[in-house]
């Protein structure tokens, strides 16, 4: 037997008597989880370590949690990263509107139901659009929770309303005559414009993002369950005042970022904030409505900037 064959014959053994090895944890890697909150099935994103300090970050519409796809793995050497998918969006259950009332309150309450799940003590709120409204409540009711405040282009202030919704404030006051806002809001171009807005370099935008959110949007009941959501909106402009006292009774470190191109939550809705946050960075950037379509390593050095210099400050 030649000495190259026993060397093979004595790999070959060890090979067959070693157990499997796993593979090294790597911090930067996504893995995907389901849940069960009060009966409904809750998908989420999680990434970095455990130990680390976490964001939970609060998706918009119509997207889902996969809209922190680029930033999660740019910001998970260092923070643990929580990213839901709410009831009736992404890869979460959607239940009927007659077994789970679509409303902000509840969507909010379901999200707590999470964090008390994943025994999250304390974290930062990263709200992005519809975030805002569920990451506001969930501020109200638990407090001690928030270390700090991130915001994406989600409104607290009336200022911040663009145009259009003037339309939506006259099917808050009689959806029923007003069916076409429903119809603008769940269609593929309402979809498209949504993350173009007016930004000046389309060719940044990949198409599959509104096609895919479409998509989802045409699910069988996936009207209703929006109808009632957009409905229920008016809570949250109701609630501003709320929330505005919030942030002056429990000031956080708090940063601002808000993509200039969006016609939905304008510019001044952004500036509103210092009034009641003097304190808070804000960030006026070159994107649209979801700021991470356009300015990805913006968002990601930003943050990361801003949660480093507040780590030992964090109330």
Do not use: C
């Amino acid at each position: 037997m030649t000495t190259g064959t026993i060397l093979a014959a004595a790999t070959a053994l060890m090979l067959g008597q070693s157990s499997p090895q796993p593979l090294p944890s790597i911090a930067a890697t996504t893995t995907y989880h389901r849940v069960a909150v009060d009966g409904v099935g809750i998908f989420y994103r999680e990434a970095g370590p455990r130990d680390a300090p976490t964001i939970l970050l609060l998706h918009g519409y119509p997207s889902s949690s996969r809209q922190w796809d680029t930033l999660l793995p740019l910001l998970a050497d260092r923070y643990h990263l929580i990213a839901p998918d709410y009831p009736g969006f992404g890869q979460s259950d959607a239940p009927s509107p007659a077994q789970y009332a679509y409303t902000f309150d509840n969507l909010a309450a379901t999200m707590a139901g999470l964090v008390a799940h994943l025994g999250l003590e304390r974290y930062t709120l990263f709200m992005q659009d519809y975030g805002g409204p569920v990451g506001f409540r969930m501020a109200m009711a638990r407090p001690e929770r928030v270390s700090a405040l991130i915001i994406q282009n989600a409104n607290a202030y009336t200022e911040g309303l663009g145009a259009k919704w003037q339309g939506i404030a006259r099917y808050w006051a009689d959806p029923t005559s007003h069916p076409e806002q429903v119809d603008v809001f769940t269609s593929l171009e309402g979809a498209k414009q949504r993350h173009l807005g007016t930004s000046p370099n389309p060719e940044r935008y990949n198409p599959d993002t509104w096609r895919d959110e479409h998509a989802i949007l045409g699910r069988p009941g996936e009207r209703e369950i929006q109808a009632a959501l957009l409905y229920d909106y008016r809570t949250n402009v109701a609630s501003y005042p709320a929330w505005q006292a919030w942030m002056r009774k429990h000031p956080r470190p708090a940063l601002i970022l808000w993509g200039r191109y969006d016609p939905s939550f304008i510019v001044p809705g952004a500036e509103a904030y210092l009034r009641d946050m003097p304190n808070a960075e804000l960030h006026l950037l070159d994107a649209g409505h979801f700021a991470l379509d356009e300015a990805t390593d913006d968002v990601a050095r930003l943050t990361r900037d801003f949660l480093g210099r507040i780590t030992a400050a964090v109330p």
